[in-house]
């Protein structure tokens, strides 16, 4: 079901890579100021998903809309495409320090003061006492907060998250939903969560999407979708049984 204030629905959606089809999405709707996330297995097509929902990528039938307008990437005004920005599961940081690589998408805008932004962005990733370091020098963990951080003093209306937590180890997975709560929160960053970690879905967002074989075989909110998930195929999901 839509809703007249959805801020992102995607209609009637088919993506193709050559013959092969890789998702089918009758319709799916985000809710502003709520965190979405969707599960599922690899090879599911969550990735895929997500490239269409932030415009990187064209559905081969459908159509993406945005703030109650079906856009393209080549029609979607600059305006609109930076009230979104995405954080990859790999980051992807310049040879620079910290804080240069924070305010790499300020100065992309033509900002000129944003210290303040940058510092407020570092302090809330923890990391304001590594602004000079050079950020090749990194952790994983704090490479990744550095991505979220350069996210962050942004302001984005829309943040995608991809995989965000994949790969690091326990201290920095609680430190980065706790940076995406509060985006969340403070911020009213609306935030589309990627995840195979189910448990991670059911600590942050407030409905849940399972993405199976390329389709959405549910969508709920949270509570409901873990403890009276609808289709079989959500029961075996979550209890471990499906076989992928």
Known sequence: MFFSDDILRLEAIEHRYGARVVLRVPELAIRPGEIFAVV????????????????LEKPTRGRVIYHGRAWTPGSLPIALRRKMTTVFQQPLLLNASVARN???????????????DIRQALEEVRLAHLAEQSAQTLSGGEAQRVSLARALVLNPELLFLDE??????????????EIVRRANQERGATVVLVTHNVWQARRLAHRVALLYE??????????????????PRTRAFLSGDLVY
């Open 40 to 55: 599922g297995p690899s090879g599911a097509g969550k990735s895929t998903l997500l490239r269409l929902m932030n415009f």
């Open 164 to 177: 965000p937590t994949a790969n690091l180890d326990p201290g920095n997975v609680k430190l980065i939903e």
């Open 214 to 231: 390329g389709e959405i075989i549910e969508t709920a909110p949270t509570r409901d979708f873990f403890e009276h998930p609808q289709d």
């Open 102 to 116: 924070v305010a790499y998408g300020l100065r992309v805008r033509g900002a000129r003061n944003g210290k303040s």
